[in-house]
């Protein structure tokens, strides 16, 4: 292992020096080589892939062959930041055994450092069976996409006794349960330092403020790619879409007048060589 691969316990060290935690989805080679470059702590193969780059509504749709085709990918462009196989709708919802075999299928066929699980204390004893199989387990409550219709819909999660009360529990619970991080997902501000004073393992977050451990987000959507739609807690750092845009319709305009390609971009051959090879065509 490469001396300066990121680690748990570098995580878990992080938290305690106060340092922040950065974390980004890929969720192919090209990107997650970008990021590792670039030092990102965290690289998240998220199941947001069945948005982004499936093109299906919700994440539910991803299957696990999926997610460990994306995660093969993303782990053969990483060599130092820590990668997270996130584990898709119903891949570990059934039974302690189907949830340590998908989980296991991260670990062993693409490579990942450890596997994402969406839920709280209700999902406690599952996270028990996989952290006790030797796999380590991020946890993530607040809003959780794969059960967003229990939720009623992409709602801030939170902002009354009885939801504030559960987040503090299930936290509480995840840890207890061995998981060595908890994204926090659409939680406010204020709750959300609660409960990362609350616990000794990392937080990260995604639309619940600053005084978390440290901050994920898709990277389409910090980069401009996503389209239209642009969730209130997403900075974009740069609109890409309209680049790029820009670049394929000149791309197209230059074709179309035959202005690409011009001599630069063409392979030239010696006129001698070139008249040898028509002669031999005319003859046949």
């Given amino acids: 292992m ?7 316990s570098y995580l878990k060290e992080k938290k305690e020096k106060k340092q922040k935690i950065t974390m980004l989805t890929a969720y192919e080679f090209g990107m997650a080589s970008l990021l590792d470059k670039v030092g990102i702590d965290v690289i ?10 499936l093109g299906y509504e919700s994440t539910v749709s991803v299957t696990m062959d ?5 995660a093969k990918a993303v782990s053969r462009g990483v060599s130092k930041a820590f990668v997270v196989g996130d584990m898709p709708f119903m891949s570990f919802n059934v039974s302690d055994t189907e949830a340590i075999k998908n989980a296991g299928r991260f670990l062993k066929e693409s490579n990942c450092d450890a596997v994402k699980v969406e839920g709280g204390e209700e999902i406690c004893n599952r996270v028990k069976a996989i952290n006790n199989a030797g796999i380590p387990v991020l946890g993530h409550i607040g ?5 967003v219709s229990k939720l009623s819909g992409y709602k801030v999660q939170g902002k009354n006794i009885q939801e504030a009360k559960y987040l503090l529990k299930s936290i509480l619970a995840l840890e207890n349960a061995g998981c060595f991080g908890v994204v ?22 995604i639309g619940s403020g600053r005084y978390c451990d440290g901050q994920v987000l898709v990277t389409q959507d910090l980069l401009g790619m996503t389209g239209q739609f642009k969730p209130k807690f997403v900075k974009q750092y740069v609109k890409l879409t309209d680049i790029m845009s820009k670049a394929i319709s000149s791309y197209k305009k230059e074709v179309l007048e035959g202005i690409y390609p011009s001599n ?15 002669n031999v065509i005319k003859k046949g």
Avoid: R, W
């Fill in 2 to 8: 490469d001396k300066d691969k990121i680690t748990i």
């Fill in 44 to 53: 998240l193969v998220g199941d947001s892939v069945g948005n982004v780059m």
């Fill in 66 to 70: 999926e997610m460990i085709h994306h």
């Fill in 143 to 147: 809003l959780t996409p794969q059960t």
């Fill in 184 to 205: 926090l997902e659409c939680i406010p501000a204020k709750l959300s330092k609660i409960l990362t004073e609350s616990v000794s393992i990392p937080t990260i977050g």
């Fill in 264 to 278: 630069e971009y063409e392979f030239s051959i010696p006129e001698e060589t070139l008249k040898e090879i028509m």
